[in-house]
């Protein structure tokens, strides 16, 4: 087992071995980059959340082609979720809706080098010795959060030809246990795929929801927009850094949603002008206290939630990051003019 | 626990279906499952099991059957595409009360089948309500378009956050997070 400890080793040593495209960010910078794009697969993948009470095991079928299109299908519920190049349509069967919204990037499956880099700032990243996924040569690299306990530790398995992600673990924030395993079973390259597997078609009677494109705007602007003052934490865990806001606005109802990232765990804070409680949140939902409001942990897997009135909203913080940090992060929410000149930029 | 074979777990998923396992049973049947393709496919049917009966419990007090529908049931159920049940290991007398506690399963899921299956002949046209549904519903894609909820909620709020994981995460967890389990309403454990 190779073990480095300087992040430019790290990154050489990860991006070169896992990724062909990636041996470039070392010779050139991202420039030079060729697009990281697998071929057209099939597979099946199989997803397992540990974080539930017993551990809740789901199994879906993946369709994939270059040029951003991709089927998922959940056997089980008959939920489908298919991207076409332009739009993301999630059919839930259990609610009679398909949501449709517009594609937000794609390459989700694969190591981007780019946010590899941008991990390294939080991470300590190793390389470790591999196994075969699905019949497939792969190379693992194991992410520890350089704050140890913050957030959770990954271990992803990234097949060494076209760079798609085989497995996935995450070990918790809170006890460095095993949280989520996501693996392909099974595994085809180069399959001829119909192009009618990626368009959907919305069985009858099915509402379609559509939501429409989000761009990311100030805070001056997203106040404007939602009809409510923007409040931003004072506090962000090692590495995070606002990535973006966006702001929406339906008859009376104005909502703001300001997201951080590290590279790998996202953290989205969430105000609005009014909240509905989940039925399930009622009862046993533990409380904690949250500056001088009355707030409420949610328990949403490897995502935690807290929610709580602040004076201008009702607000909730969403992430992967641990108890502690969740609670520091929401603790330090300030209105924009509140804030220290540093949390002003972005 | 080490030398316990499949069918062994096997009786464990079920007790964890029901939510009555934890302790070291319960780690030992994780750690088997996650590296176990035949008995994660077990527990993928049991859950479905589980969330038929969950159906069930959820149509209850919706309304009184309507005349044949018994027969239409029948019908339907001979129409539709059999599922493949793992065979459950033969157990040994001592494990008898366990095989009873399957059978009590099936029968209920069987039960639930009724009430899932009523409930989807409920969505076809020809039913006074969901007439008014599909006329709501049923103009072209891009005419039944409906903006979003005109509330803030949990639900809601995860859902934002996990779509965006898509292109802005090395991993995108949230994104199948929400497709795969969420929804599921599962009680979240720390």
Known sequence: ?346 | MSDMRCEDYRELVSAFVDERLDGAELLSLEAHIATCPGCRAFEVELHRFSGLLQAAEALRPLRRPPPGFAAMVASRAAAEPRTQIIPFPAAPAARRASRVTWLGLVAAAAVAALFFAWSWQRLLPGDLPTQRRIARTAAPVAGQAVAAADEGSMDTWMHEHAMLARGSTILGPAEEIEFASFRAGAPAER
């Open chain 1, 1 to 346: 087992m190779h073990t480095c400890r300087r992040p430019v080793v790290c990154l050489v040593l990860a991006v070169l071995v896992a990724l062909p495209a990636a041996r470039s960010l070392a010779q050139g910078g991202e420039a030079h980059l060729p697009s990281v794009a697998p071929p057209a697969y099939r597979g099946r993948k199989v997803v397992v959340d540990f974080t539930r009470r017993g551990p809740q095991v789901t199994s879906m079928s993946v369709l994939s082609q270059p040029g951003g299109l991709e089927r998922r299908e959940l056997p089980a519920t008959h939920g489908v979720l298919i991207f076409d190049g332009e739009s993301a349509w999630q059919y839930l069967p259990e609610r009679g809706v398909v949501l449709k919204r517009p594609s937000r990037g794609d390459g989700g499956e694969v190591l981007q080098p780019g946010q590899l880099q941008r991990a390294l700032a939080s991470y300590e990243v190793r390389a470790v010795p591999s196994e075969r996924i699905a019949g497939r040569r792969s190379q693992v690299i194991e992410f520890s959060p350089r704050q140890a306990g913050s957030r959770p530790r990954r271990l992803v398995w990234v097949d060494v030809e076209t760079g798609l992600i085989l497995r996935t673990e995450i070990y918790g924030a809170e006890k460095d246990r095993l949280s989520w395993l996501s693996v392909f079973e099974e595994l085809e390259f180069g399959p001829a795929l119909d192009a009618a597997a990626f368009r959907m078609q919305v069985p009858p009677g099915v509402l379609v929801v559509e939501s429409g494109e989000e761009p990311c705007l100030e805070p001056a602007a997203a106040e404007r927009l939602a009809g409510l003052p923007v409040g931003l934490p004072d506090y962000l865990p090692e590495g995070f850094a606002r990535q973006c806001i966006r702001a929406r606005r339906q008859r009376d109802y104005g909502e703001v949603q300001v997201v951080f990232g590290d590279g790998l765990s996202l953290l989205s804070l969430f105000e609005g002008t009014s909240f509905r409680e989940r039925a399930d949140d009622t009862g046993g939902a533990s409380t904690v206290a949250v500056g001088l409001s009355a707030g409420r942990w949610h328990e949403l897997g490897l995502v935690t939630g807290i929610s709580w009135r602040a004076p201008w909203a009702h607000m909730a913080l969403l992430g992967e990051l641990s108890h502690a940090e969740m609670h520091k992060v929401a603790g330090s929410v300030r209105l924009q003019t509140e804030l220290s000149p540093a949390s002003r930029r972005p």
